[in-house]
């Protein structure tokens, strides 16, 4: 058979990309830059419709056309690179599809390259590790319309799907569209990853529970309406006990300094540049840039004060429902700002974004799969316009009956000592968007003042510049 498609990048992404198009009905040529990896990978799976290449002009020639390529190779430089050595092998009206995590700016000047010499290219987010490329990621293409209906067929084959059959894949918008999707999925991955970790936190440091007791807590979670991913495997890492002996549980023995690659600082920068408040993701951001500073918080923690007073009555049970309703608030929280800033985006790129299909596709096989999407696509199907996810009725009542939890937990850990940025900025950020006056007439008093930047008015339109001091 001719290959319906290429993979080219024959790493775990790749080749496990590779095997799911493969199990579909479809035969795959593959590629990579060193060959004894291809050589490798078709050895291990011969009874597969896999066709190796071992030049790049052999792997474009195999495939039927209009030639359809997923990239799977290391985001940033490598990408341009391979895109630069198949370019001259293509024809007019080829689709590439690049399924690295790409940051949506070059996803956006590489589309605008490629189209005027006629090719195709489409930035597609991929979620869910080696595991979700095996057996059914969520994808996130952006790029030309006409270049996506190329590769639907492929794309919502090997799609995750959602609970109610949908194939987690769908047209995101133009250019970099997809890449900056799933920037954002990311970010929210982070403040998920740092709230879970707050509750988990204050469940050990504050109502002292064993790591058993919180993993029966975490699996109870995971039924009600926080069910998802990152509780379900929070629960099952919880019962895991150290493989090197110490007898402890293994998350335990886990430095506590929190790595990442970029992802996250990407949607913080953006939110930044498109002045939007994204406070709980960045937080979380910032949380991991703390945590990798683990010598000096050694060191301070010899040095500075301690908390004084620690005579707080805990009643255990009411304090850790409370920390449910408080992870199910800022949660909501973070998806807010998350989803506000990809309208902004939206209308900032001009990409018409389609908010209940996004939640639609984050339901299965990406990281942040969790039952929260369910309510957020009703919001957005009842109101394709709604402004932010807290204005929607089940959202609006969430927040009413949980904003005490929230608080009580936050001030109980500020009080306590134990850090919460992720709890305060959801919290923080609640009483700011609810709020319809705000502190900031100060800040434009003071603007003026000192640089006469001058200030609008509560009664009349204008900008208004106060004489505030005289000439002496
Ligand atoms: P890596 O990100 O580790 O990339 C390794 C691949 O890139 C190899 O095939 C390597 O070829 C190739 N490559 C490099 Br490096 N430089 C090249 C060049 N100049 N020309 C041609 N090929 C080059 O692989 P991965 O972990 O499979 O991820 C692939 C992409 O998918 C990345 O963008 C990643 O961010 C993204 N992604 C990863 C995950 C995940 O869970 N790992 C999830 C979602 C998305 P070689 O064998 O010759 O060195």
């Not at 080749?15 to 040529?29: M, P």
């Not at 050589?39 to 290449?53: G, M, R, T, W, Y």
């Not at 050990?204 to 064993?210: I, Y």
């Not at 199910?328 to 990409?351: L, N, P, R, T, V």
Request: charged share 25%; with cysteine.
């Amino acid at each position: 058979d001719t290959p319906q498609i290429g993979v080219a990048g024959m790493a775990v992404m790749g080749k496990n990309l590779a095997l799911n198009i493969e199990s579909r009905g479809y035969t795959v040529a593959v590629w990579n830059r060193t060959g004894s990896k291809t050589e490798a990978f078709v050895k291990d799976h011969s009874d597969k419709n896999l066709v190796p290449s071992y030049t790049i002009k052999d792997f474009v020639n195999s495939l039927e056309k209009p030639r359809r390529i997923l990239l799977m190779v290391k985001a940033g430089q490598p990408t341009d690179d391979v895109i630069h050595e198949i370019l001259p092998f293509l024809d007019k009206g080829d689709v590439l599809i690049d399924g690295g995590n790409t940051f949506f700016k070059d996803t956006m000047r590489r589309n605008a390259e490629l189209d005027s010499s006629g090719i195709n290219f489409i930035g597609m987010g991929v979620s869910g590790g080696e595991l979700g490329a095996l057996k059914g990621p969520a994808l996130m293409p952006g790029g030309q319309k006409e270049a996506y209906d190329l590769v639907a067929p492929i794309l919502t084959k090997i799609a995750a799907k959602a609970p109610d059959g949908t194939p987690c894949v769908a047209y995101i918008g133009p250019n970099g569209a997809g890449h900056y999707v799933k920037m954002i999925h990311n970010g929210i991955e982070y403040g998920d990853e740092e709230l879970i970790s707050e509750s988990y936190d204050l469940m050990k440091n504050v109502l002292g529970m064993s790591d058993d007791e919180m993993a029966k807590t975490f699996a109870e979670w995971n039924k009600g309406e926080l069910s998802s991913y990152l509780i379900d495997i929070t629960s099952k890492i919880l019962t895991y006990k150290d493989d090197l002996g110490s007898g402890k549980p293994i998350v335990e023995m886990i430095l506590d300094r929190a790595n990442n690659k970029g992802t996250g600082k990407w949607s913080s920068e953006n939110a930044l540049e498109l002045q939007v408040p994204q406070s709980v993701i960045t937080e979380s951001v910032y949380a991991r840039y703390i945590s990798m500073m683990k010598d000096e918080r050694v060191n301070a923690s010899k040095i500075l004060p301690e908390v004084v007073n620690k005579d707080i009555k805990i009643d255990k049970d009411k304090v850790l429902e409370q920390i449910r309703e408080a992870l199910y608030f800022s949660k909501i929280m973070s998806y807010a700002q998350g989803f506000e800033q990809m309208e902004i985006a939206s209308a900032h790129y001009d990409w018409d974004l389609q908010y209940e299909q996004i939640a639609s596709i984050w339901r299965a096989g990406c990281i942040i799969r969790a039952k929260l999407l369910e309510p957020i696509m009703n919001a957005y199907k009842k109101n394709p316009q709604l402004k932010n996810i807290l204005l929607d009725d089940y959202f609006k009542d969430i927040a009413g009956k949980y904003q005490d939890a929230a608080r009580n937990v936050t001030s109980l850990a500020v009080q306590l000592g134990r850090p919460v940025p992720g709890f305060s900025s959801a919290i923080t950020y609640y009483d700011q968007y609810r709020s319809a006056q705000l502190p900031a007439n100060l800040i434009q008093a003071m603007r003026d003042y000192f640089g006469a930047h001058t200030f609008e008015r509560t009664d009349r339109p204008g900008n208004f510049h106060y004489t505030w001091y005289k000439e002496q």
